[in-house]
């Protein structure tokens, strides 16, 4: 909650500023004697929670708070024309905001490739798995609905990948769908739920020197030199991205496919208990 | 917009929400709710869900907008894509939101002892998540809350309210429907302590006796509006919260 | 008896000398969000960024250098320069971590560091300037008590950051962001003191 100052040469030498510099340098030191700051477990969740239904102009909402990271999800539906390629389903777009107000590293302007990173890959674990009923959203010939998840980021404190695709989740579990009437919507009467045919659920881990992590807050994300985002339903893995310059071995993925697995249970109970 | 498909904005001498022309929407106030920002501050008036939150004072960037004997502002009034009832907006600050922002760091830029943080930035940002109408008032209102939370000096503590017509009434804190279909709305912020206007607006037609008795409504309404801010500042700070 | 008072409220009706308030029409208003003291008619603000001190101890990180002055953060909005003297340690890196102290502040807008001393390892932590006061304590009473149970070297500088290392840092921040957290609810010295008695207990 400081407003840093950072200085030209810090940026450059470091890519982060002067007290940064001096965390990431704590958390390499408690990672050599196995611990974290706040006492995790290296695979261990932080304390999660999901309000759903907050924003009662939209069509569904959620609000995830992931240890301090807080984003909310707001979704929108609207009567499109189809995709010409797909004329009997409807769409869905992901967007994020990376919200100045969230953090004092987020700047006001376009959206950054951080932002633009973080919509796409939610995107694509909740497309690649068919989470929502694309055909379901056909109305008529010419008309189906378009459903739009806005992730909206509160405060920033690492691992908004996981914060994100739980809020998109959890959101459009409790969607509802407008009557259309004469070809327009009608949301005074919102009584239909989305169709929902499958659950994801991310995880993502970041690496530091030796040391693979789950859950990382800002300090530890800037003390890391690569990280990964899984997301799988029951069964499949539907989507991955690795990000930063850092690698990962193939040992690495797998053992980190087995704990995406493992946690996968807590994740669903969340969104089950949130979306009641 | 079209006035063919005009609602009722008056019915039985009641409003479409069945207040009174001199009556506020239902709001709270509730201060220190972002972590990471210096300050901050949630309202939700009538339908309107509102967050403010403030950064600074820091380095300015670009150095050449540095001013070396004051601090400046940069205020940053933006509406979610998921905020309106109707269909899906788009993403990022439009011309009104714009035009709005400027107004918006107007009034701060009076009431901020801006001489007190030479050569640094305050940064205000107010993001509209959820909106009903009033949108800016309800932000101003709560970008006062989030600087005193991150402890600005201010020579006061600012308050914003808007009043329009409706046929031959006056009335206060439109709703979006109103402020759609009305006659006339004026949008006003005030420094409570003298009741100075920092921010005024209007469009439509008003006489000058109805802006008169406008400005007066606005500012009978403000010590309600004054005293909730106030409270929501002493909430942060009384045995049973320990903050965020 | 204090109370808490907001931008804007007045204190007086009538012209009075105080910290963080201004004059307008022969009456005096508060400047801040605040404590009120009415006895010793004084307001003490609740938040706020740090206002530098000549002779303030600081604690700070190098952050650039350039023909030996070093440009210092030390969360200050302005320039932060330490001078490295005769006397002084010959030279630092980017990313050190010093203790130093306030020599001058130049237009509210440039402070000058002096007397600067390196610190080794351990981390930083930032807390509110205003709440500095009480994680010090009366006579360093409190920052005394959570190093002594922490088994941790704490070095709190005024400008709301704070130097730790060894022992256990998990509970020495604990203590010290209950502190930032819980200052103005009465009664905190004693919860400190049962939050640092319980986890010795378990140790």
Known sequence: MRSRRYTATTRVVFDMDAIDVVKTNYVKELLLKNTREDLRQFMQFRKTSIVTGTMQNAEGSAQVDMGSTRVLCGIKMTVEEPMRDTPSQGNMMVSAELLPLASPDYETGPPSPDAIELARVVDRGIRAANSIDLKSLFIEEGKVWSVFIDLYVLNYDGNLFDACTLAAMAALMSAKVPAVVEGVANREDRSKPLKIDTVVTSTTFGKIGNSILLDLDRSEEKASEGRITIAIDDANIRAMQKGLRGGFTKEEVEKLMDVAFERRAELKRLLEQSAK | MASENKPELVIDGKRTDGRNFNQMRPFTIKANVIKNAEGSCYVEWGNNKILAAVYGPKEVMPRHMMEPDRAIIKCRYAMAPFSSLSDHGRTGPNRRAIEISKVIREVFENVVMLREYPASEIDIFIEVLQGDGGTRAAGITAAAVALANAGIQMRDLPYAISVGRIGEHIAIDFNMIEDNFSDSDMPMAFAPRNNEILLLQMDGGLDRAQVSKAIQMAIDAGAEISKAQRDALKEVYSNNTSGV | ?203
């Open chain 3, 1 to 203: 008896m204090k109370q808490i008072i907001v931008p804007g409220e007045m204190v007086s009706q009538s012209q009075a000398r105080m910290d963080n308030t201004y004059v307008e029409g022969g009456k005096t208003y508060s400047k801040v969000m605040g404590l009120y003291d009415e006895e010793h008619k004084g307001i003490i603000p609740l938040e706020g960024p740090w206002k530098p001190r000549i002779d303030d101890a600081v604690i700070g990180i190098i952050a650039e250098e350039k023909n030996k002055v070093y440009e210092v953060d030390i969360g200050f909005f302005g320039r932060t320069l330490l001078i490295v003297g005769k006397f002084d340690r010959e030279s630092y890196k980017v990313g050190d971590v010093i203790e130093a102290t306030i020599k001058d502040v130049e237009d509210r807008k440039t402070i000058i560091l002096t007397m600067a001393r390196p610190l080794e390892g351990g981390t930083v932590l930032m807390v509110k300037p205003a709440k500095v006061p009480r994680v010090i304590g009366k006579a360093n009473t409190m920052v005394r008590q959570i190093s002594e149970a922490a088994k941790t070297m704490i070095i709190v500088g005024m400008n709301g950051m704070i130097w730790m290392r060894g022992g256990n840092v998990a509970l020495a921040t604990a203590a010290i962001k209950k502190i930032e957290a819980e200052a103005h609810i009465s009664g905190l010295t004693e919860r400190i003191k049962l939050m640092l008695e319980q986890n010795n207990k378990g140790n």
